[in-house]
């Protein structure tokens, strides 16, 4: 294994390790933009024979463009996102992001570890919601390209009280892009302490291309015979209730639409689907198929997480341009983010995000397109 490593804010140009281009075997690197203070944010691009593209910055770890060919060949971008690094310096939907060290929703901000309470900022009603004002998304992650598995490895350093949360803790995320045309993601932490470990990605998808209009007659499947109901503040209730018979019934292939405006107290809460379902089995396992009604790209999501959160994109900003200077609409993208229960240090009977000190995380999601 190959690995030349650079932070954030280091030049591409390393004497005698890059051509002309900036690449470096499959990897290219260019400067994507600065930020209000002057940093560098580095964009790092994937790509494989083909002709599927992935680009991260260093900023957020975030997936900025994933460009596939569709059933003709066409090669679409597939995720919303921005071209100007300022937009993703304001944490607008959280684009494509790396969310720690907790996704998600944490009722009233504040968990107990180890009989000790610990309160966190609430910027979603009572809520803490994907770890406050400052979370990972606008953090500059340090990187490391690995030549011979066509992947990045970004690292970041999480400080003792950082976002509320206790211990030191070194994160690392490694984006590899396959020849099948899957994006793999493996997560890796340690703490000094006990801590929260809940990591997932952000990218709000489109398969008939980021600009393309809604996601309402994308087909959708998941592998869930549960799905966890909300309380009003969107953070579940504590109970597991069955899909069946209900909107939440996405076992076999069905419009995202069909059901999104059937009203009930769960749809209204989050003005659509915005719920964390249970998934079937253990280990690593399907949990969800997506595909693209006009393009024909599919997407295959494999985990070894327990549940999945499914965000119609019912918050989607309509008033700030994309990329290409395009505006997205509502509901023009959606999320699946695999992760543990919502709340679940707080709630009885889940899997617990709780990561014991010297103890590693290591957990994996992957993107595969057809």
């Known amino acids: 294994m190959k690995v030349i490593r650079q932070t954030a804010e280091d030049s591409a140009a390393m004497p005698g390790r890059f051509s002309q281009d900036g690449r470096f075997g499959m990897i290219k690197v260019s400067e994507f933009g600065r930020m209000s203070n002057g940093s560098v944010v580095k964009s790092y691009t994937l790509s494989n024979e083909n002709g599927m593209e992935v680009s991260i910055l260093s900023l957020g770890a975030l997936m900025q463009r994933v460009l596939v060919p569709d059933r003709d060949g066409v090669k679409r971008d597939v995720t919303l996102g921005f071209d100007d690094v300022l937009y993703y310096e304001k944490g607008i939907n959280n684009f494509g992001s790396i969310i720690g060290r907790n996704a998600n929703r944490i009722k009233n901000g504040s968990f107990v570890i180890d009989g000790k309470k610990y309160q966190m900022a609430l910027n979603d009603g009572i809520n803490n919601l994907h770890s406050g004002f400052y979370g990972y998304h606008l953090r500059l992650f340090t990187a490391e390209m690995l030549q011979e598995e066509n992947a990045v490895r970004f690292m970041l350093m999480s400080p003792d009280g950082d976002q509320g949360f206790p211990g030191n803790a070194v994160i690392t995320v490694t984006y590899t892009l396959t020849q099948e045309n899957a994006i793999e993601i493996f997560y890796e932490a340690v703490s000094d ?11 709000y998808w489109n398969l008939n291309g980021h600009a393309e209009g809604s996601i309402e007659k994308h087909l959708l499947k998941i592998d869930s015979t549960y799905y966890t109901p909300l309380l009003v503040n969107q953070t579940p209730d504590g109970s597991c209730r069955p899909v069946e018979g209900t909107p939440f019934d996405f076992r076999e292939f069905k419009e995202i639409g069909r059901d999104i405006n059937a009203g009930g107290d769960q749809l209204l809460f989050g003005n659509g689907y915005d719920h964390n379902f249970m998934i079937n089995g253990k280990g ?8 693209g009604e006009v393009s024909g790209i599919s997407m295959t999501i494999l985990s070894d997480l327990p549940a999945i959160q499914f965000y119609s994109g019912n918050g989607i900003d309509t008033k700030t341009p994309g990329k290409e200077g395009k505006y997205y609409q509502l509901r023009g993208g959606l999320a699946l983010e695999t992760q543990y229960v919502p709340d679940a240090m707080n709630l009885d009977g889940y899997k617990s995000p709780i990561l014991k000190a010297g103890e590693k995380y290591e957990t994996k999601t992957i993107f595969r397109f057809e």
Request: charged share 25%; proline share 0%; aromatic share 0%.
């Open 284 to 291: 690593m396992r399907e949990h969800a198929v997506l595909k």
């Open 193 to 203: 302490k006990d801590t929260i470990m809940n990591l997932t990605n952000h990218a």
